[in-house]
């Protein structure tokens, strides 16, 4: 399957394509046989355009969802393949009735991945703020804010939300 990843790098012709090459792969099985973290990861995928899901793909041959114990998730890169970490509060609301939350965190481990933030030597709080962008360009600004508020004080959050803010309201979009 992952040879099939490195032949349409960056080039999935539909998202019935993409999904199942998604969900066909071994290490996403675990998502795969889960009704509720399926169906979670087909609305979050189903929302995203095409050119968004190309986008993801166009610098890797693959991303892995994995699972582990932590808070919320998490992103890293190894030699050619970016992962994103799971955590078991997010798993807990990726099988949740709305999922909403969740998948602005998906898409803000996504923006990880889009802006190379593997490659960029960058502030942290920089980067959080990049992938945010990202998070809020795909429709996730009321969920993300969401997210933000119930994190624990500190200048990060604040900084975030802020960003936020600024970002919906100068482009004249509503929460």
Request: some cysteine.
């Amino acid at each position: 399957m992952i040879s099939l990843f490195k032949q349409r790098k960056g080039k999935f012709n539909t998202k019935k394509d993409f999904l199942y090459e998604f969900f066909a792969t071994a290490q996403h099985e675990w998502i795969a046989s889960d009704r509720y973290l399926r169906a979670s990861f087909e609305e979050f995928f189903y929302k995203m355009s095409l050119e968004n899901i190309n986008k993801i793909y166009k610098n890797c041959d693959d991303i892995w969802f994995v699972t582990s114990s932590g808070r919320f998730s998490c992103t890293f890169q190894t030699s050619s393949t970016p992962v994103i970490i799971i955590f078991p509060e997010l798993l807990k609301e990726l099988k949740s009735f709305y999922p909403d939350m969740a998948h602005a965190v998906l898409a803000h481990e996504i923006g990880h991945i889009v802006n190379n933030h593997h490659k960029r030597s960058l502030d942290l709080i920089e980067s959080q703020v990049e992938a945010d962008n990202f998070a809020i360009e795909l429709g996730y600004a009321k969920e993300l804010e969401k997210f933000l508020l119930e994190l624990p004080e500190s200048i990060e959050k604040r900084t975030r939300l802020v960003y936020l803010s600024s970002k919906v309201f100068s482009s004249d979009n509503s929460f």
